[in-house]
């Protein structure tokens, strides 16, 4: 999972760009009377973003926003005049842009292919066009998600633009050889980590699948690899493969750290099952 760039625009352009649509379905000017209130709660959403103190802002925004009077309009704008309609769509696209090699950052599989309300529109409507408040998502990240706010902050989800997970390993596995070489994803946070932050990335985790998900990119990966390393193997001995393995893995650790690959390939060096020629029944 690698975190995209935060947004370079802001409420005030994705309201221009969305401007014309208004204006022919009749919004424009009650848009506009709550454009510097858009503008404000965008500032403060970044604050708190910033300070490591978002959940409470939306905790106490949630309370005001809920059935506001005006959530359909702002529904709708984004529905139609930033998703469906240019100049919005390329303001649209220009988030899905955001996205590190174009995938999901909450997953780091797939490709990116929509775009997600962080804070669900349907209870926060304030912030519908916010950039701030938009992060480019996979398909099955974004139904994994769906419009939920959890309100415990143990379980708040993690924020693409403000959430920091270091450069500290989290994400290992280990080699099931009595599975025929399956590998078993964990997140481990560092034990350094607050106890809050711990439990929001294990939540994360689970809740998106990626032990399974991770599972099944591995299989694949162990399936093209399994050739070189069993030649590796055959010409060198184990101590060569697993020095390959532990150069591999450094290679993918330089890009992201915690990527599945980086994970995969480490747990193969410290299998004894794989140095000894476990890859052959892959």
Known sequence: MLWPAQPPFTVREVVVAC??????YGYADRVDEHLLGLVALEDGYRKAGNLGTLHSFLMAERI?????EDRAMFEETYGQAMVDRAPGRRLYDALKALAVDARCPLCGVQAVAQVDHHAPKDKFPLFALTPLNLVAVCGIC???KSNTFDQELSRAEIHPYFDDLGAERWLFAHIDGAAGGVAVFQAKPPGTWPLIKAARLRRHFTKYHLADRYRVEA??????RK????????????????????ADAGEYVDYNPNSWQAALVFALAD????????????
Do not use: C, F
Not at 19 to 24: D, G, M, R, V
Not at 234 to 244: A, D, H, I, M, T
């Open 19 to 24: 401007s014309a649509w208004l204006k022919k």
């Open 64 to 68: 005001e926003q809920t059935n506001h």
């Open 271 to 282: 299998s004894s099952w794989y140095l000894n020629g476990g890859m052959r029944d892959i």
């Open 142 to 144: 974004n139904q994994a």
């Open 219 to 224: 299989g694949h990966a162990l399936s093209i």
């Open 227 to 246: 050739r070189k390393d069993t030649r590796t193997l055959e010409e060198s001995g184990p101590v060569e493969l697993r020095g390959q393995l532990l």
